[in-house]
């Protein structure tokens, strides 16, 4: 639930705020004029909050149709002294990697802000991935909030660094502040009134000149320095040294929230030295030194990687050789995986000889227990991503004899839940859109494979493997799971929807004619909850040399149950007299509405949550299953 007080233009005002909503307030009281993301957890709510205000404040924000995508249209902004952000998961910004780079080098105009959402853990994602290694490959100041309130002035404030050193800066937040909950003091909201006009200069090979456009490599490091400069001085760190201390605290980020707080736990806050760290790239390495000077053990809290431990060991070679300096390398904190209360409590009790643990197990009453049960991956009541594989795996019996006789590529989405049983279907998926272009490495040399991909995640990437496999000529097959939205991130539009993140209509751009303008000369638009329909095309699919494509459309139940509300139609039920009781239904199809009941050896159906799309009675082979007579 996003909270409708982020946009109250009432200042000194505190309101509850989520960390994802806080970034967004940040931006529209530093007066941004185009945002553009990608959805994504932990970052998507950034989206989903602008997309509610932007407009309001005479902003523009978009989803774009991927992150690399949504950068340039910030970028471009920029060039031309508007206020832009760019806001996507970790992983995302490893697609728009190529333009940040040169963003970089060639600097900006209006101040351009990158929010980074990583998600130590992997708590949503494939992997953990620490993006202030690729700020600093790139030469992005970063910024690291350690609470909402910090995530909305730390935005604020990186419009302005922003534009003061004409570079992208990056405020990376991670997981827990993301969607962690706190008070939060409303700023002004500044309205810039700013003329856009193309930097020339700045910018224009033909006006500038390529010589002083292109190498800009010194100009960069220069702008880092300057950088560092003002980071020694950054009201968002804070050193607490008294003199005296023997064991110190750096809390980098939101990992500072962590160590405050068991430092009150433990009673130490006012007898071990620490910094508030938030500015980790480029390190003000006067203000570290100071406290590395003071003491003689130094802990050091950070989310994913040492990265801000490894700069301040390579620090404290030079002004304190002896300091020990323990982390994650020195391995007094695990190597990998999120932080939290438990682990960065233990560490300090440990570590100033108090040896016991700061905050209470969260021990889980075994009467509890017992209710409890292991509860598997699975799409939800009503999916038809789940018709699709079951009519899918039928063709692929038919017309290859064996499931093991094609590879499944899957892709990134809720339709990669069909690797769980009772589907079981997906071997492999990587990331968005690999699914069609490792496909065609298989296909080449033999291995018959279909490509599994859904419609957010083929406007995101699958169009260019697409052109690839008509091009080169693979002999290779894709389907596609339409459920007419991007589910898994919050069920945002994509160019399919026929409405932008703001609400306008749009035109809507079809999947099958993509596909057709690709050269792909086989494509069919089928209804997977019509099995028969389905299983037809997708054997014909099987059946057809060279690039063939099925797309699946039909609504994600989510979605089409929230349409219908309040009338949604009848469920369905199993009729105990012809149910013969051999689970059919649910060892090949299993949908979560479907239950075994073991007193009476028979299937059935759990009517609150069945959405009533009846694809269930067209798997039953005894006709056992119909709709409720409403
Ligand atoms: C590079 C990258 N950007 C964003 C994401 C986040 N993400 C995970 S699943 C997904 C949605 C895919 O949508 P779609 O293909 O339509 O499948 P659906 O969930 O609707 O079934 C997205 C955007 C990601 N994993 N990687």
Redesign the pocket.
């Known amino acids: 639930m996003l909270s409708h007080s982020v946009a109250l233009d009432e200042p000194r005002k505190a309101v509850l705020l989520m960390g994802n909503e806080a970034i967004a307030r940040g931006a529209i009281e530093a007066g941004v004029s185009v945002a553009a993301s990608?959805?994504?957890?932990p970052a998507s709510e950034i989206g989903d909050t602008l997309c509610r205000m932007a407009g309001r404040f005479g902003a523009h924000f978009e989803w774009s149709s991927n992150?690399k995508v949504a950068f340039e249209v910030a970028f471009g902004a920029s060039m031309c002294n508007q206020r832009s952000l760019v806001s996507?998961?970790h992983?995302?910004l490893?697609?728009a990697l190529d333009i940040l780079n040169l963003a970089s080098l060639r600097g900006v105009k209006g101040g351009l802000v990158l929010v980074s959402a990583d998600d130590p853990s992997q708590h949503s994602?494939?992997q953990e991935q620490d993006n202030r290694w690729l700020a600093k490959i790139n030469c992005i100041p970063v910024l690291e909030p350690s609470n909402p309130q910090d995530a909305k002035d730390c935005t604020r404030y990186a419009f302005e660094l922003s534009e003061k050193v004409r570079l992208p800066v990056m405020v990376r937040t991670v997981t827990r502040l993301s969607h962690m909950r706190s008070d939060v003091t409303l700023g002004p909201i500044e309205r810039q009134r700013r003329k856009a006009e193309f930097d020339w200069e700045g910018f224009s090979y033909r006006v500038a000149g390529f010589e002083r456009l292109f190498r800009r490599e010194k100009e960069l490091n220069e702008k880092l320095d300057r950088v560092q400069g003002e980071f020694e001085g950054s009201v968002f760190n804070g050193l607490k040294i008294d003199g005296g201390e023997s064991l110190g605290v750096i809390g980098v980020g939101f990992s500072f929230s962590y160590a405050i707080d068991a430092l009150r736990k433990l009673g130490l806050e006012n007898k071990l030295a620490r910094l508030k760290l938030m500015t980790s790239h480029p390190l003000p390495t006067r203000l570290v030194s100071r406290l590395l000077k003071g003491v003689d053990q130094l802990m050091i809290f950070e989310e994913v990687d040492p990265f801000v431990e490894l700069h301040v060991k390579a620090l404290a070679k030079d002004v304190n050789p002896s300091l020990e300096i323990c982390g994650r390398m020195s391995g007094h904190l695990p190597k990998e995986g999120e932080l939290g209360p438990m682990i960065v409590g233990d560490a300090l009790a440990k570590l100033s000889g108090m040896g016991r643990p700061c905050v209470p197990r969260l021990e889980l009453d075994a009467r509890v227990r017992q209710t409890l049960f292991d509860r598997m991956l699975t799409l939800c009541a009503g999916c038809p991503?789940r018709a699709t594989v079951y009519a899918l795996k039928e063709s692929v019996k038919k017309v290859k004899g064996d499931l093991r006789s094609v590879v499944v590529n899957g892709?990134?989405?809720?339709?990669g839940l069909a690797h769980a049983p009772p589907l079981s279907f997906e071997d492999t998926y990587f990331?968005?859109g690999a699914s069609v272009g490792v496909s065609q490495g298989m296909s080449q040399v033999g291995v018959d494979s279909i490509a599994f991909?859904?419609?957010?995640?083929?406007f995101?990437a699958g169009i260019p493997a697409l052109i690839n496999a008509v091009y080169n000529r693979h002999n290779i097959k894709v389907v596609v799971?339409d459920?007419q939205?991007?589910?898994?991130?919050g069920f945002q539009p994509?160019p399919e929807s026929g409405r932008t993140a703001m609400g306008s209509e749009a035109k809507r751009i079809m999947i099958e004619d993509v596909a057709k303008a690709c050269g792909v000369d086989s494509v069919e638009v089928i209804d997977p909850y019509d099995l028969d329909e389905a299983e037809d095309a997708f054997t014909r699919m099987l059946k057809t040399d060279g690039v063939a494509m099925v797309v699946a459309r039909r609504m994600?139940a989510t979605e089409a149950v929230r349409e219908m509300r309040p009338r949604r139609p009848a469920p369905f039920r199993v009729d105990p007299e012809l149910c013969i009781g051999c689970k059919l239904c649910l060892s090949a199809f299993g949908c979560p509405s479907l239950s075994w009941v073991d007193d009476d050896a028979k299937a059935s159906i759990d009517e609150t949550l069945c959405m009533g799309c009846g694809v269930c009675s067209q798997v039953c082979p005894q006709e056992a299953i119909g709709r409720v007579a409403k």
Request: charged share 10%; glycine share 16%; aromatic share 8%.
């Open positions: 990608y959805p994504g957890t992150e996507m998961k992983v995302g490893n697609v994602s494939g991503h892709d990134i989405g809720c339709y990331c968005m991909i859904g419609d957010g995640t083929f995101h799971a459920n939205t991007i589910a898994m991130t994509h994600c």
